[in-house]
C-alpha cells in the first residue's frame, strides 16, 4: 500500500517463494485465471482467504492470452484486456488487492501513477469505480497516442487525469516526491506503478502461464522494455523456480539498459521521444531491482540477460516487413522486440516475445509511419460516448502538491 518504501527506495522481496517441480508440472494446461490464483497463494496465502483469492483472480483475468507462431518466432500476446495493452493484468489484479484490503480496513486511499502511455489506461480502466480508492494519473502532453489520451480520461469519478507539460520522468519525479512529503500523509497515498511490488508480482502471471502451454527448459523471453517492470517480473518467475533462464531486453533509443550490458555502468539518460512511446524512459526505475537480482554483479547479470537497442527505422521497417510476411500487425513496441529477436534470439531456445500492446492502441502512429491502416473507429467512439475530464499542470512540485491537496 506503501508503493515506495519509506526512505524513498523501492520494495524488493526478502524471499521468492518457490514452485517445486511437483507444482509446475501441475501448472501444464491450466487456464490464466488458474495460473494467476496458484501465483497468488505463492505470495499472499497468510494474508487473503482461498476463496477471495480466487475471486480476485477470476475478476481480474477474465480475458484471454494467445500464444501465436508468427514467423520463427512465438508471441504472447498479453493485450487483450480492456485498454489493449499488457499492463491491464497486473493493473487490475492490484485494483481488486488494494480494494479488497482497504475495506476490510474501512480506509481511503490516493492512488497516484505516472504514465508514459499504456500505465495510465490499465490504471485508470483498473480502478475505474473500485470501492475505498481515488486514482490520480499523470501523464507527459503531446508524447502519449489519441487512444491512450482517451482511455485516461474518459473513465470514471474516482479518476483524475493530469497532463504534465513534461516528459515521462518529470511525471515520476513528482509521483516520488509527493510519497515522501509528511504533509501529503493525510491523502494516504499510494502508487500503482511498476514502483509498487504489488504490480510486479502479478505480472510474473503471464510468464508463468506461458511455461504452462509451453513446458519447456528452454524458453527465451524477449521484452520491449521501457521502465523495466516487464523484464523484472519475468526474473521474479524465473527466481520462483521456473526453468527458464534467458532474456533480452529490447530497447528503443532509450537504451540506458544496454549501455550497462556492455560496459557494466548504469548510466541515466535524457529521455528520447520514438514511436514506441511508452518505452521512452530515460531513467528506468525498475532496473535497479534488477541489479539487486543479481547482487549488482555484472557477470551474473549477463549469464541470464542480453540487450539489444533497436532505433525507430529499423522499427518501422519491421512492422512492414512482419505485416508482408506473416499477415500480422506488430504495434510499435512488440516491433522493437521482434527486431531484437531476429538480431540476437539463441538458436539453440524457444524465443517467446512478449507482445505488450495492441495495433489498435497505436492506430494513427502505424498510419503515419508505415501507411498501413488501423481501424480503431468502433473502439474510439465506444470512449467518446464518455464525458472527458482532464486537467493540465506545469512541471512544478508545490503546484502539483496544491493540487492533490484540493483534489477535485
Known amino acids: 500500500m506503501r508503493g515506495l518504501a519509506p526512505d524513498g527506495g523501492l520494495y524488493f522481496p526478502d524471499k521468492f517463494p518457490q514452485f ?35 475471486e480476485i483472480a477470476e ?18 500476446e498479453v493485450f487483450h484486456g480492456p485498454t489493449f495493452a499488457f499492463k491491464d493484468i497486473a493493473a487490475r489484479c492490484l485494483a481488486q488487492m488494494m480494494s479488497y484490503f482497504l475495506q476490510k480496513r474501512s480506509r481511503v486511499a490516493t492512488v497516484l501513477v505516472a504514465t508514459s502511455g499504456d500505465t495510465g489506461g490499465a490504471c485508470a480502466q483498473g480502478f475505474a469505480g473500485v470501492k475505498n ?28 487525469p493530469v497532463e504534465v507539460d513534461g516528459v515521462f520522468d518529470d511525471c515520476q519525479a513528482l509521483v516520488k516526491k509527493a510519497f515522501v512529503d509528511p504533509e501529503l500523509r493525510p491523502l494516504n497515498l499510494t502508487s500503482s506503478n511498476s ?21 519447456k527448459d528452454n524458453l527465451e523471453f524477449i521484452v520491449p522494455s521501457g521502465n523495466m517492470g516487464n523484464v523484472t517480473a519475468g526474473l521474479f518467475a524465473y527466481k520462483m523456480g521456473l526453468p527458464f533462464n534467458s532474456f533480452i531486453i529490447a530497447t528503443n533509443e532509450n537504451d540506458a539498459a544496454v549501455h550497462y550490458y556492455k560496459t557494466g555502468e548504469f548510466k541515466p539518460q535524457e529521455t528520447v521521444r520514438t514511436i514506441s512511446t511508452a518505452m521512452d524512459v530515460g531513467n528506468p526505475s525498475n ?31 519491421t512492422i512492414k516487413e512482419v505485416r508482408t510476411k506473416y499477415n500480422y500487425l506488430l504495434d510499435p513496441h512488440t516491433a522493437v522486440g521482434f527486431a531484437a529477436a531476429k538480431r540476437i534470439a539463441s538458436s539453440n531456445r524457444i524465443p517467446v516475445i512478449i507482445a505488450t500492446a495492441s495495433p489498435l492502441k497505436f492506430a494513427s502512429e502505424i498510419k503515419k509511419t508505415t501507411g498501413i491502416d488501423v481501424d480503431d473507429r468502433r473502439v474510439m467512439d465506444r470512449l467518446l460516448k464518455r464525458k472527458q475530464r482532464k486537467y493540465e499542470l506545469e512541471n512544478n512540485y508545490e503546484k502539483f502538491k496544491k493540487f492533490l491537496l484540493n483534489l477535485p
Open 20 to 54: 517445486s517441480n511437483k507444482e509446475l508440472k501441475g501448472l501444464i494446461g491450466k487456464t490464466i485465471q488458474e495460473i494467476g490464483y496458484e501465483v497468488f497463494k505463492k505470495w499472499f496465502a497468510s494474508e487473503i482467504g482461498d476463496e477471495d483469492l480466487k
Open 59 to 76: 475478476k481480474a483475468l477474465n480475458f484471454p492470452i494467445p500464444l501465436k507462431e508468427v514467423g520463427p518466432f512465438k508471441i504472447l
Open 133 to 160: 480508492v481515488r486514482l490520480v494519473v499523470l501523464f507527459p502532453k503531446r508524447r502519449v497516442s489519441k487512444l491512450q489520451t482517451e482511455q485516461m480520461s474518459r473513465v470514471a469519478e474516482n479518476v483524475v
Open 195 to 215: 514502483i509498487n511490488i504489488g504490480r510486479l508480482i502479478p505480472q510474473t502471471i503471464y510468464y508463468i502461464y506461458a511455461y504452462s502451454q509451453l513446458p
Open 287 to 317: 532496473f535497479i531491482r534488477v541489479l539487486e537480482l543479481f547482487g549488482h554483479d555484472w557477470t551474473k547479470f549477463k549469464e541470464i540477460i542480453k540487450a539489444v537497442r533497436i532505433d525507430t527505422a529499423t522499427t518501422i521497417a
